[in-house]
Structure formats: structure tokens, C-alpha cells
């Protein structure tokens, strides 16, 4: 959680989150029911939710970033 967005990487976490739901779906369905493969899988899959949304809020800033400086430059040729 420490590690900086612009460093994340997002297929990587695309596959956490997808590896978490798959095995969280999994553990419900053997039997005997699996509750710590649940706990981790279901933990991973939430990590890698807030790791894809601070993926995509660092991904809104680079752009708007970006829109406010091709806007700077406009408006000094002008």
C-alpha cells in the first residue's frame, strides 16, 4: 500500500483481483467449505480493488496534469 501508483502495475493487479474472486468462489464451493482460503483469497481481491483505484486516480491526475499544461501553453502563444 506503501508503494508509489505511478509503480503499480495494472494487469498485475487485474490478476490478483481475478486470482482472489476465482479461489474466494472456489473455497465456498468444496466441501468441507475452506473459511481461511476464503479469508485470504476474499482479503487479496479487496486489496486489489483499492490498488486499481489508486491506479486510476493516478491515471485522472497525469491527465488532468497534462490538459491544465497544454492550456499554460495555449494561453502563452496567445
Known sequence: ???????LSKNQTISLFATGTIWSRY???IKPK???LFTVNAFLACVAIIQLSRIYMYEQEVEKRKKEAAAQAISKQQ
Open 1 to 7: 500500500m506503501a508503494r508509489p501508483a505511478d509503480k
Open 27 to 29: 473455497s465456498m464451493v
Open 34 to 36: 475452506n473459511y481461511t
